[in-house]
């Protein structure tokens, strides 16, 4: 269970910010044929813009640049908030999308003292976000699978490149 919350999480990060960080939507529109991500440009945009929603009604969503809370951030918050929880209490935190955008998902994502404090990835050194980067080397060398519908194909690649990098 920790396993998948924890990279539905992360996956919120990279579908959910709009803009250079939005995965998904950079996939669908051919952004990311720069870096030999290819392949997912027909898939249909309202099948991303649905995706992208669930996400938002999961983890966080926006109102202008205030962040709004999905069923995680209302579920942390009613089992007590703070360090209560399976993930840190930092991601809780964020009330911009500024803080979102800086957020640390690498090294923050799970609480301290648990088993799962350790699921970080090495990101390398550089100037720039290098999550991102190191989530988008990963993602091409990740094989696709055996999936017909390009979005979910798509959605399944990027789960089994954050599993990989997180080592589950």
Wanted: aromatic share 16%; hydrophobic share 30%; proline share 2%.
């Amino acid at each position: 269970m920790a396993k998948k919350f924890g990279m539905l999480v992360a996956l919120s990060f990279l579908a959910g910010l709009e803009g250079y960080y939005d995965f998904l939507q950079q996939a669908q529109s051919g952004g990311l044929t720069k870096l030999g991500i290819n392949g997912y440009e027909d898939i249909d945009k309202d099948e991303i813009d649905s995706f992208k929603n669930y996400l938002h009604l999961f983890h966080f969503g926006f109102e202008g640049d205030k962040v709004t809370n999905g069923w995680l951030r209302q579920l942390h918050r009613s089992a007590g908030g703070e360090g209560r929880f399976l993930f840190s209490p930092d991601l809780f935190s964020c009330s911009t999308r500024r803080e979102l955008e800086k957020f640390d998902i690498n090294n923050k994502l799970y609480k301290k003292k648990t088993d799962y404090e350790k699921k970080t990835f090495s990101t390398g050194y550089g100037l720039g976000n290098r999550v991102y980067t190191t989530f988008y080397e990963a993602f091409i060398k990740t094989p696709e699978p055996d999936v017909v519908n390009k979005c979910e194909k798509l959605i399944k690649r990027s789960y089994d490149t954050l599993t990989k990098l997180y080592n589950f």
